[in-house]
């Protein structure tokens, strides 16, 4: 008997658009019920980054979604709060992302792979390792500060002997980190922080790879094996591997040149609903894969942080601005007291004009500025029409 190919769904450029930013949370009434911890379930990840300008990428990934909720609210959400239990822990995904507790067991492949791996980039002294470990056991949760020290020198890269111990053993899964203290890792035993019945599931990697190929697809909507690997760094091989028990389905989309797999949930209601208009971190998931961004919105987009500084074209820290559904400028932003600058702003036309306005004003009423001032407008000619419309937004 021969078997037949499983039909696949077309779908256009624009409706692949609209599936992405559905399944993203930027189109339709957000859920405010379930606030930032559902913002991170929903996402299966949101990623960590040390640059803050207006705030840092973890805040604003909520706010992106939910509107101005408060600072504190999301820090709260993500980290343990005493006498309760772990909601969300830090590893190793896209990048280092807070993830949400039950999604523990599905990194267990990752954690055998780093219990294997025969290389590192740091030498681990003789002996530091159980000194760490006993250490923690004794005194409870601790910074690497409060271990010993983090670094041998000021450099960056430098690290302390008890600072390589204690990352082997977040990447092994011996140590988690489901607290920061400022922006300081509060490292803790996995048996003392992470929920007895998720820490005992332990799962073959086959198992793992398909829960996290399926969350990519329904976090992206609709995305290629490429989207879909990179959601939290898998392989290609390891993609096809499990794909097809992942509960996405095979799809087409007018003007990709690769196949593609969308989440049914998300082609059985056609996405609508009103569009979010915010800025948004570099590090959003939305657009932190530079290809599939460039292929949704047309739309080409850097980080410039690491980019010396005469040759930025967008800025230091360039914010895609969204706004019905397509990304319709950048802000390069920065603080002064309580004026929110955009130190430069690229428009894509003056209709973009009243959304980058608008976006800008609700974030520096966000982060506690009372004014906006515009610095640079890459249309000199535009200029005028952005300040006019911030006044009047402002009044």
Same mark, same amino acid.
């Given at each position: 008997?021969?078997?037949?190919?499983?039909?696949?769904?077309?779908?256009?450029?624009?409706?692949?658009?609209?599936?992405?930013?559905?399944?993203?949370?930027?189109?339709?009434?957000?859920?405010?019920?379930?606030?930032?911890?559902?913002?991170?379930?929903?996402?299966?990840?949101?990623?960590?980054?040390?640059?803050?300008?207006?705030?840092?990428?973890?805040?604003?990934?909520?706010?992106?979604?939910?509107?101005?909720?408060?600072?504190?609210?999301?820090?709260?959400?993500?980290?343990?709060?005493?006498?309760?239990?772990?909601?969300?822990?830090?590893?190793?995904?896209?990048?280092?992302?807070?993830?949400? @507790?039950?999604?523990?067991?599905?990194?267990?492949?990752?954690?055998?792979?780093?219990?294997?791996?025969?290389?590192?980039?740091?030498?681990?002294?003789?002996?530091?390792?159980?000194?760490?470990?006993?250490?923690?056991?004794?005194?409870?949760?601790?910074?690497?500060?409060?271990?010993?020290?983090?670094?041998?020198?000021?450099?960056?890269?430098?690290?302390?002997?008890?600072?390589?111990?204690?990352?082997?053993?977040?990447?092994?899964?011996? @140590?988690?980190? @489901?607290? +920061?203290?400022?922006?300081?890792? @509060?490292?803790?035993?996995?048996?003392?922080?992470?929920?007895?019945?998720?820490?005992?599931?332990?799962?073959?990697?086959?198992?793992?790879?398909?829960?996290?190929?399926?969350?990519?697809?329904?976090?992206?909507?609709?995305?290629?094996?490429?989207?879909?690997?990179?959601?939290?760094?898998?392989?290609a091989e390891q993609v096809d591997a499990v794909i097809a028990d992942s509960g996405l389905v095979p799809v087409t989309v007018a003007?990709?040149?690769?196949?593609?797999?969308?989440?049914?949930?998300?082609?059985?209601?056609?996405?609508?609903? +009103?569009?979010?208009?915010?800025?948004?971190?570099?590090?959003?998931?939305?657009?932190?894969? +530079?290809?599939?961004?460039?292929?949704?919105?047309?739309?080409?987009?850097?980080?410039?942080?690491?980019?010396?500084?005469?040759?930025?074209?967008?800025?230091?820290?360039?914010?895609?601005?969204?706004?019905?559904?397509?990304?319709?400028?950048?802000?390069?932003?920065?603080?002064?007291?309580?004026?929110?600058?955009?130190?430069?702003?690229?428009?894509?036309?003056?209709?973009?004009?009243?959304?980058?306005?608008?976006?800008?004003?609700?974030?520096?009423?966000?982060?506690?500025?009372?004014?906006?001032?515009?610095?640079?407008?890459?249309?000199?000619?535009?200029?005028?029409?952005?300040?006019?419309?911030?006044? +009047?937004?402002?009044?």
């Amino acid at each position: 008997m021969t078997t037949l190919p499983r039909p696949t769904t077309e779908l256009s450029a624009d409706e692949a658009r609209r599936i992405a930013l559905r399944a993203q949370g930027f189109l339709g009434a957000p859920d405010r019920r379930s606030g930032v911890r559902g913002v991170l379930r929903h996402l299966g990840a949101v990623q960590l980054d040390t640059i803050s300008v207006l705030a840092r990428s973890h805040e604003l990934i909520p706010y992106a979604r939910l509107g101005a909720v408060g600072r504190r609210t999301v820090e709260e959400a993500y980290w343990k709060q005493p006498s309760q239990p772990a909601h969300a822990f830090e590893y190793w995904s896209h990048a280092a992302c807070v993830l949400p @507790v039950e999604e523990w067991p599905h990194f267990a492949f990752r954690r055998r792979a780093y219990r294997a791996r025969p290389h590192w980039n740091h030498e681990l002294p003789d002996g530091t390792y159980d000194q760490v470990i006993k250490q923690l056991r004794t005194e409870g949760p601790l910074t690497a500060t409060e271990l010993g020290g983090a670094k041998r020198t000021s450099e960056w890269w430098d690290w302390s002997g008890t600072k390589v111990a204690v990352e082997r053993a977040l990447m092994y899964g011996e @140590v988690v980190c @489901v607290e +920061r203290r400022g922006w300081k890792r @509060v490292y803790d035993l996995a048996e003392r922080a992470i929920p007895a019945d998720l820490l005992r599931d332990d799962p073959a990697d086959a198992e793992c790879l398909r829960r996290l190929v399926g969350l990519a697809g329904r976090s992206l909507g609709v995305g290629t094996r490429a989207d879909i690997a990179d959601y939290h760094r898998l392989k290609a091989e390891q993609v096809d591997a499990v794909i097809a028990d992942s509960g996405l389905v095979p799809v087409t989309v007018a003007g990709w040149s690769k196949p593609a797999w969308a989440d049914p949930a998300a082609l059985a209601v056609p996405p609508r609903g +009103r569009h979010r208009t915010t800025l948004l971190s570099p590090f959003d998931s939305l657009v932190w894969d +530079r290809a599939r961004t460039e292929r949704l919105f047309g739309f080409t987009h850097r980080l410039e942080a690491y980019v010396p500084k005469p040759k930025r074209v967008h800025g230091y820290f360039a914010m895609p601005v969204l706004a019905g559904g397509r990304l319709v400028g950048r802000v390069d932003p920065a603080r002064e007291g309580r004026t929110l600058v955009a130190k430069q702003v690229t428009l894509d036309g003056r209709t973009a004009v009243p959304a980058v306005a608008g976006a800008l004003v609700e974030a520096a009423g966000w982060v506690d500025c009372t004014d906006v001032r515009v610095e640079r407008v890459d249309a000199p000619d535009l200029r005028e029409a952005l300040t006019r419309e911030l006044a +009047r937004v402002l009044a």
